[in-house]
Every structure is written in structure tokens, then in C-alpha cells.
């Protein structure tokens, strides 16, 4: 399947729906250093180029499988996620300041997929990605119903500065 495509191949042809797997994922560079490969990427997008404006749209899912060490663990893990992906790339550099730049003369969705899922990745990648630590020195992490119930029955000490200083100021009258 052809994923490279020029201005005058989208002009010809300006809605496509694409879906297939990519291959070749051996070469592909990962901006997390957590990610050792990319073992299998599949999607479903609609390409759709808008002529007045040179830019092409895509809308779609991506779906993926990577290889990485668990940045909790240290393990080595397999991570599946999908990516909804809505997101507009122009050929006009002067057209819109939030639209994507196409740099060379080439829409490449296969280099487009791999820029979506770098952008995508959790910082800290792993499969047990709640908190690390529930308590530390001096301190428990509450749920809001915890924290609510703790407090309820506490008094404000401001309260109690507030009491003295009309009392001290009462003595002193």
C-alpha cells in the first residue's frame, strides 16, 4: 500500500479511507528512551485534502504494540494503546499558525503515524501507572471522601487566634 503521498496525488484523489499495518518497524527511531522497538502499528485513517487551503486532514485510529522497560519496575513489558488521531497538515507554511507543516513535498503517513505515537507516549511508560507511593515522612495520600471525613470533625485553628484576640482585647478595654 502506497503512504506517501504529493499535492497533485491528493488533488487527483481528495478523500482516502486507508487501513492496513505498517511494516518495516525495525529502522523506526522512538523519542522515549524507554522504547526499545516498535513491534506492531495498524490503522484506520481517513485522508482528506483540502484544495483552497493545501492542507490534508487525517482523522482516524492508530493502533500499536511496542517493546519497553517499565519505567516503575524496571521490567522489560509489552505496551499496546490506541491513538485517536484528528490533526491537519498544510503545504502552505504561511496558511495557519496551528496547522502542521509539511516540509518536504510529500504527505508521509507512514513517518506521520511514527510522529503520532512519540507525541503519544506516557513520559513514564508503564503498566502499572497508578501512584508509586501511597504514604511518605509525615504525610498519606487521602481520597477527597478520607480527606473530607479527617477534617470534618477539626477545628480551624484561626478560630482559636481569632477567640484569644477578642479576649485579649476585651482585658485590655
Same mark, same amino acid.
Given at each position: ?15 482516502? #479511507? ?141 478560630? #482559636? ?13
Amino acid at each position: 500500500m502506497k503512504l506517501s503521498f504529493t499535492k497533485q496525488q491528493l488533488s487527483k484523489n481528495k478523500h482516502q #479511507e486507508l487501513k492496513g499495518d505498517l511494516d518495516n518497524l525495525t529502522d523506526v527511531v522512538c523519542t522515549n528512551s524507554l522504547v526499545k522497538s516498535i513491534d506492531y502499528v495498524n490503522f484506520d485513517i481517513d485522508l482528506d485534502y483540502i484544495e483552497s487551503i493545501q492542507t490534508v486532514r487525517a482523522t482516524g485510529v492508530i493502533n500499536y504494540t511496542l517493546t519497553a522497560i517499565d519505567a516503575r519496575t524496571g521490567k522489560e513489558i509489552k505496551y499496546s494503546d490506541y491513538i485517536d488521531w484528528d490533526d491537519e497538515y498544510s503545504f502552505d507554511k504561511d496558511i495557519d499558525s496551528t496547522n502542521n507543516i509539511i516540509l518536504k513535498n510529500e504527505f508521509d503517513l507512514f513517518d506521520y503515524i511514527i510522529e503520532q505515537i512519540n507525541i503519544n507516549l506516557p513520559f513514564n511508560l508503564s503498566l502499572t501507572n497508578d501512584i508509586i507511593n501511597k504514604d511518605g515522612f509525615g504525610w498519606t495520600l487521602l481520597s477527597e471522601e478520607n480527606f473530607e471525613t479527617e477534617n470534618q470533625n477539626k477545628v480551624d485553628p484561626r478560630w #482559636e487566634k481569632l477567640d484569644e484576640f477578642i479576649k485579649d482585647k476585651q482585658n485590655n478595654n
